[in-house]
């Protein structure tokens, strides 16, 4: 076969990615049996990339010639762990650069390193392992693995540590725009976060929607902030806010804010989910949060219209929600703090709710609001 054509298989790859025609496993199977075709003798493939997100310390590419290529996650806790410490990625990253072992007859290494026992163990015959000696966090890293007799020859461990540089530079660009994706969409929620990554980003760019508004508050977070730990504060926030977010997700939501000692989310209504559809998820993420929530909260349902988009400074924006609909709900979790109801919603949700899931909780002046308005108590659906 012919030699391979590093330059070619390269240019190829950078073609697919430009083109938005692949994704990173898809180009990885692509780059692999492209090497396997121009006769280089690789059996197995492992690259790593880094990976900005709150559950997951990086990600890992991985092709056999007997198997398509995968995608497998890597936890923090998995990173911190002794079989990544003591992973060929880490021996490469520690030595700053391209590491052999010898797996027939295995290395003495081999012992420690619970991979190389495995693949040993399996016939491969050598792994090499290279890393791009970058000052990221997790720099990009990819092994190489084969069941030729002898392992690897000088010739062929050197076109495969020629690859690193440009095949991990391709795979980068791919890991940034997940990374930056992933930061969106952790802080700013998948809705605004995407919105913001599609070129949405200039001061008054706001768009107006339907929804119905939850504003969730936690009770007693002023007296519990006087007498406990930040330690202790921090454990009941992430549990409260875990709670929630996870109700309000499963119901199809979305959580905007954590606002201090609260959470602001929405439920959009629209053609595929008209506002009886979004009254009834927000009404069961309530439900959801009753059940899994260690502390008392109360919260406020409104629906109505909203502006959605980007208010602030020239140079530091905040993606926000405004109007009445917002408004109203910020009015009723006021009265419901302060009357003992737990969950109280304006009459608009109300009407789009089953009877049974509803009950008058009398009328209430709300500042700002010319006349008293009827608000309603929520009875935890069923199911």
């Known amino acids: ?29 692509r780059a692999c049996t492209a090497i396997v075709a121009a006769g280089v003798p690789v059996a197995r493939a492992a690259m790593q990339l880094e990976y900005l997100h709150p559950e997951f310390y990086g990600y890992c590419l ?31 990253l520690r030595a700053r650069g391209p590491v052999l072992w010898r797996l027939d007859p295995p290395d003495a290494a081999t012992v420690n390193m619970p991979l190389l026992a495995r693949l040993a163990a399996e016939g491969f015959t050598a792994l090499l ?20 007799p002898g392992g690897f020859a000088p ?13 991990c530079g391709v795979f980068r660009a791919l890991a940034e725009r997940r990374m930056t ?16 990554a599609r070129g949405v980003t200039r001061r008054g760019q706001v768009e107006a929607m339907e929804a119905v508004v939850l504003m969730v508050d936690l009770r007693g977070f002023t007296a519990m902030s006087l007498t ?46 008209p506002a009886e559809a979004a009254c009834r998820a927000a009404a069961r993420a309530i439900a959801a949060v009753r059940m899994a929530a260690a502390d008392p909260f109360v919260a406020a349902l409104a629906l109505g219209a909203l502006g959605f988009g980007n208010v602030g400074g020239r140079a530091r924006l905040d993606f926000t929600v405004l109007g009445p609909a917002v408004n109203l709900a910020a009015r009723i979790e006021t009265v ?19 009877p049974a899931w509803v009950r008058p909780a009398g009328l209430h002046t709300l500042p700002g609001f010319s006349a008293p308005r009827p608000l309603f108590a929520l009875t935890p659906p069923a199911g």
Do not use: C
């Not at 056999?64 to 021996?91: K, T, V, W």
């Not at 549990?239 to 609260?262: T, Y």
């Open 155 to 167: 010739a062929t461990r050197a076109t495969l540590e020629s690859l690193t540089i440009p095949l």
């Open 181 to 196: 994706a992933a930061v969106l969409a952790t802080y700013l929620g998948p809705l605004a976060g995407g919105l913001v």
């Open 62 to 92: 991985h092709w056999r010639s007997d198997q398509p290529a995968h995608e497998i996650a890597r936890s923090h806790a998995f990173a911190e762990g002794a079989e990544f410490q003591a992973s060929p990625y880490m021996a490469s």
């Open 228 to 273: 406990q730990t930040q330690d202790t504060l921090v454990e009941r926030l992430n549990r409260f806010f875990g709670a929630v977010a996870d109700a309000v997700a499963d119901a199809g939501g979305e959580v905007l804010k954590f606002l201090g000692d609260g959470v602001l989310a929405v439920f959009p209504v629209g053609p595929a989910r």
């Open 1 to 29: 076969m012919a030699p391979l054509d590093t330059a070619a298989l390269i240019e190829d790859l950078v073609r697919v990615t430009a083109l938005g025609e692949a994704d990173s496993v898809a180009l990885f199977h």
């Open 336 to 354: 419901a703090k302060a009357s003992g109801e737990p969950v109280l919603m304006d009459g608009a949700v109300a009407e789009h709710l089953p």
């Open 129 to 148: 392992a290279d890393i791009v000696p970058t000052s990221d966090r997790l720099p990009p890293g990819i092994s190489w693995a084969t069941r030729a």
